[in-house]
Nanobody, 124 residues
Framework: QVELVESGGGLVQDGESLRLSCVAS????????MAWFRQAPGKEREFVATISRGSTNTFYNPAVEGRFTISRDDGKNTVYLNMNSLQLEDTAVYHC?????????????????WGQGTQVTVSS
């Protein structure tokens, strides 16, 4: 049984930083592309960032590029999202996701497994 468990969310002020973690179990982690998505109230789930097997490439939503960094530690079955210079618009529930697809994927339907999410709230 595949399980993805996110942690690290919280309440921060505009301009501050957070680091999200997602620990995976029940799958061969190093064979999966991993991603972060987010969903704000009343909005559709939105792609944030993705990282390939072996960390050979990453891809970001332009709204977060330069502020957020995705990384992975295959020895710990964990993917991270470092978020700097947080803005009010970054407030959302952040979910990690996994896909066996090789190429870069940004659509939610491309991902097979999902975590329950962790809340990030940015206040002014």
């Amino acid at each position: 049984q595949v399980e993805l468990v996110e942690s690290g969310g919280g309440l921060v002020q505009d301009g501050e930083s957070l680091r999200l973690s997602c620990v995976a179990s029940g799958l061969t982690f190093n064979t999966y592309r991993m991603a972060w998505f987010r969903q704000a109230p009343g909005k559709e789930r939105e792609f944030v960032a993705t990282i390939s097997r072996g960390s050979t490439n990453t891809f970001y939503n332009p709204a977060v590029e330069g502020r957020f960094t995705i990384s992975r530690d295959d020895g710990k079955n964990t993917v991270y999202l470092n978020m700097n210079s947080l803005q009010l618009e970054d407030t959302a529930v952040y979910h990690c996701a996994a896909t066996a697809a090789w190429s870069t994927r940004t659509g939610p339907l491309d991902y097979n497994f999902w975590g329950q999410g962790t809340q990030v709230t940015v206040s002014s």
